[in-house]
């Protein structure tokens, strides 16, 4: 009886790590989308939304039913970045950040500009 339970405990012990290490696997395979969408609901009966690529940091916004690109006062360095789309009361704010270096643009009438930092609050650079 102890040979039954000691055997089956193994065989749970076994399971358990295939389990983990394939659960591991997967988790290691999956790779972050290259766009993303941020919108939010602008009034009563409209909707916003901004399609993005992560990586370089280009938007495009709807416009009925085409994404139209949105300008960029200067050329995007690679790396990480984020949309947010902010609900107003009778329109819409938007909010890109490139999470790596913390620069960070502001929507205005469609287009970005760029928040500037003051050298007090920039981050460190890396060595």
Do not use: C
């Not at 790779?31 to 901004?50: C, H, L, N, S």
């Not at 690529?53 to 994404?67: L, P, Q």
């Not at 970045?81 to 790596?100: A, F, I, M, S």
């Not at 913390?102 to 920039?122: C, F, L, M, T, Y």
Request: aromatic residues 8%.
């Amino acid at each position: 009886m102890s040979l039954r339970l000691a055997s089956g405990t193994i065989a749970l012990l076994v399971l358990a790590t295939l389990t983990a290490a394939r659960s591991a696997s997967a988790a290691s395979d999956q790779t972050e989308p290259k766009y993303q969408i941020a919108m939010a609901v602008v009034g009563e009966d409209r909707w916003f939304a901004i399609r993005y690529d992560v990586e370089t940091g280009k938007t495009w916004r709807m416009v009925e039913d085409k994404w139209q690109a949105m300008p960029d006062p200067a050329p995007l360095p690679t790396g990480h970045y984020e949309v947010h789309v902010l609900p107003l009361k009778n329109d819409w704010g938007g909010l890109r950040l490139e999470t790596q270096s913390g620069r960070a643009w502001q929507a205005r009438e469609s287009a970005w500009v760029e928040i500037s930092v003051p050298k007090d609050a920039a981050a460190p650079t890396p060595k």
